[in-house]
Nanobody, 124 residues
Framework: QVHLVETGGGLVQAGGSLKLSCTAS????????MGWFRRAPGKERTFIAT????????YYAESVQERFFISRDNAQNTVYLQMTILTPEETAVYYC?????????????????WGQGTQVTVSS
């Protein structure tokens, strides 16, 4: 059974940083591209970043470019999201997901497995 578990969420002040981790079990991470998404209160789940299965290619939503950084360690079956210069508007539940589309994807519909999410709260 596949499980993706996000950790590293919490409360941070505006302008601060957090690093999220997503550890996978029940699958070989190197066979999947990975993505991070978030759902703010009352809004739909939106794309943040994706990384190819090898880690050689990344792509970001425009709103997080140059502030968020996705990386992966296939040997540890873990994907990371380093977030910097956070704003209160980025308060949300953050999710990692795995897709068989090896180059990655920005679309929720393309992902095969999802974690339960981790809450990130940015105070003003």
């Amino acid at each position: 059974q596949v499980h993706l578990v996000e950790t590293g969420g919490g409360l941070v002040q505006a302008g601060g940083s957090l690093k999220l981790s997503c550890t996978a079990s029940g699958l070989t991470l190197s066979n999947y591209a990975m993505g991070w998404f978030r759902r703010a209160p009352g809004k739909e789940r939106t794309f943040i970043a994706t990384i190819s299965s090898s880690g050689s290619d990344t792509y970001y939503a425009e709103s997080v470019q140059e502030r968020f950084f996705i990386s992966r360690d296939n040997a540890q079956n873990t994907v990371y999201l380093q977030m910097t210069i956070l704003t209160p508007e980025e308060t949300a539940v953050y999710y990692c997901a795995a897709t068989r589309r090896l180059s990655g994807s920005t679309s929720v519909a393309h992902y095969d497995y999802w974690g339960q999410g981790t809450q990130v709260t940015v105070s003003s």
